[in-house]
């Protein structure tokens, strides 16, 4: 394959974004991620879910109804509202140089009742509650701040169940399809009259699939603004995100929402959500999850897609980042670190001729800073194949690279100073290897 520093090909994209913040630093305790987040130089946390953890505030935290508890209560009345953890939460992520994606609505409930993904019994009513926690945010009402938070989503997988399913399937959206249609219309009209200037979208649906496209076509329709659409996708397949990234589009395009930002902001390695699940968990957390990850990332890079955000950096199962217990980092974080590295470097730059078993990109500053970033993700279990790759490099003088690699033999990176021979560098890899090549 060939990598030429002088032909910068675009930007590198937001493909390293998450949900969820930093642990809370305790000053009674010493267990926190918070220093190995802000290393990561992640640009936005999206916050949902964000109330299922203590250590952003649990039930006090994010939600409109944790914010907001008593529907009943006055609107307008800065004592109706609880927002003092959900404050915290943001000021600790800003600490760590990320800015917040904030979801209006409630976590998932798998509970056999529903509390707070019922539809709200007065839409208008719930629009202004959000209105005055956009104020409360960004303008400093009721004591508040000027975080200058620019992405506002509205509600998360309404698309989860179909009108005739259950009550216990209704996980995130209680009432019907029609019934969302509505709520969206209002809450997206208040808030764009409100805030002009902030992106305001949704409606973060499971993936792009016909609801999806019956909802863009009703809000098109009904003449409903959005700056953005975010979605969904978990896959083991990282071309996936590409095909999925251009199935949104194309339903955006097709629906008067083409200009819109396409976002994916939940995805993550599942093969499915039955008897793999716990294979799938424990893909997330090993080496395989993190080629995974990288291959996603730069399967994003080269499609349709504005921004992805990884699902999740909250301690849980679901984030391959930190150790559940002890928040020490885990592969896919060091998958995560090197893709930021592109990002800081700006600029992506022509790279051809990459064998078909291996995922790559690579990135300049213009000023002699440049990187590779290489995945061979397999699926296949059995494959044990070593990749062998000649790296071409042109347009700068490389004598000896620092090649990270991150595989099966070495879960924590490890450094080698390699030689550049001809013009080339030749490597060796793993299956489900990450590597980063600094040149």
């Known amino acids: 394959m060939k990598v030429n520093f002088t032909q910068p090909i675009g930007p590198v994209k937001i493909m390293h974004a998450v949900n969820n913040g930093p642990m809370r630093r305790k000053p009674d305790q010493t267990l926190d991620n918070y220093d ?22 649990g ?55 529903k509390y707070n993904t019922l ?31 620019q992405y506002w989503e509205i509600w998360n997988e309404a698309d989860g169940a179909a009108d005739d399913d259950s ?70 397949d990282p071309h996936q995100i590409a ?33 793999q699940f716990v294979y799938s968990v424990e893909t997330i957390n090993n080496v395989k999850g993190a080629a995974f990850t990288a291959a996603c990332m730069m399967e994003g890079q080269h499609s349709p897609v504005h921004m992805m955000m ?21 592969p896919t974080y060091y998958a995560l670190d090197f893709f930021s590295r592109l990002y800081q470097m700006g600029n992506e730059v022509k790279c051809t001729g990459v064998p078909a078993d291996i995922t790559a990109m690579a990135a300049t500053d213009g000023n002699g800073q440049n990187g ?5 993700y397999t699926e296949d279990d059995e494959d044990k194949r070593v990749r062998r790759v000649t790296i071409h490099l042109e347009g700068t003088p490389v004598k000896s690279p620092v090649v990270t690699i991150v595989d099966p033999a ?6 080698k100073d390699m030689l550049v021979i001809d013009g080339a560098l030749s490597l060796s890899l793993k299956p489900n290897s990450v590597v980063f090549v600094a040149c």
């Open 36 to 57: 190995s987040y802000k290393a990561l130089k992640i640009p936005y946390a999206r916050n949902h879910d964000a109330s299922f953890n203590a250590d952003y505030g």
């Open 59 to 113: 039930s006090h935290t994010v939600d409109v109804a944790n914010i907001f508890p008593n529907f009943d209560a006055d609107v307008n009345d800065p004592a109706s509202y609880d927002f003092v953890l959900t404050d915290e939460y943001i000021e600790r992520t800003l600490e760590v140089g990320t800015e917040t994606f904030y979801r209006l609505g409630a976590k998932i409930e798998h509970e056999i009742k």
């Open 119 to 149: 539809p709200p019994k007065d839409f208008k009513k719930w629009a202004e509650i959000c209105e005055h926690i956009i104020r409360h945010m960004n303008e400093g009402w009721a004591d508040g701040h000027h975080f200058n938070i």
């Open 167 to 236: 009550y216990y399937m209704h996980k995130c959206w209680g009432g019907t399809e029609a019934q969302f249609h509505d709520f969206y219309e209002i809450v997206a009209k208040h808030l764009k009259k409100c805030f002009p200037d902030l992106k305001i979208g949704g409606t973060a649906v499971c993936w792009p699939n016909d609801w999806l496209d019956r909802f863009l076509a009703d809000m098109h329709k009904r003449r409903v603004p959005m700056d953005f659409v975010s979605w969904h996708t978990y896959t083991t």
């Open 243 to 275: 095909l999925s990234a251009k199935v949104a589009q194309t339903m955006m395009k097709k629906n008067g929402y083409g200009k819109a930002e396409n976002i994916l902001d939940e995805w993550n390695y599942v093969r499915n959500w039955t008897d």
């Open 310 to 330: 990884y699902y999740d950096a909250r301690p849980t199962v679901w984030c391959g980042m930190w150790n559940y217990y002890t928040a020490r980092p885990q």
């Open 372 to 376: 590779i970033l290489l995945s061979t």
């Open 410 to 415: 070495n879960p924590a990176p490890v450094k």
